[in-house]
Nanobody
Framework: QEQLMESGGDSVQAGGSLKLSCTGS????????MGWFRQAPGKEYEGIAA???????????SYADSVKGRFTISRDNAKSTLYLEMNGLKPEDTGKYYC????????????????????????WGQGTQVTVSA
């Protein structure tokens, strides 16, 4: 099965910044919307940022309210890489961060629906840990 791979997770203090990367096959990158999800300890998956399929919603990101204004999703088409730039990190941002790709519109509804399904649907990476200390 096609795989995605995240990197860039780290431990930072509140107010700090991190940039996550997600690489995968060209097929996944060009076929599906892609997004970032996270899971805090003992909690459900949360969809936080998405970009639509490369040919349809390119340049129109969607964000969960919890990260809007602090996180930015972007892509490097030449490298088939998805990014998540995170600024103003808070302790409540602590969790394991995943990138995922699946059919759909790549909008907020897509984030919610895919988060509810978790890795059972679409293509997911193994995750990268982000820890934010107060």
């Amino acid at each position: 099965q096609e795989q995605l791979m995240e990197s860039g997770g780290d431990s930072v203090q509140a107010g700090g910044s991190l940039k996550l990367s997600c690489t995968g096959s060209r097929f996944i990158y060009t076929t599906y919307p892609m997004g970032w999800f996270r899971q805090a300890p003992g909690k459900e998956y949360e969809g936080i940022a998405a970009l639509g399929r490369l040919s349809i919603r390119d340049g129109r990101p969607s964000y969960a309210d919890s990260v809007k204004g602090r996180f930015t999703i972007s892509r490097d088409n030449a490298k088939s890489t998805l990014y998540l730039e995170m600024n103003g990190l808070k302790p409540e941002d602590t969790g394991k961060y995943y990138c995922a790709a699946a059919p759909g519109d790549g909008d907020v509804n897509w984030l919610v629906a895919l988060a509810a399904q978790g890795p059972d649907l679409g293509h997911w990476g193994q995750g990268t840990q982000v820890t934010v200390s107060a």
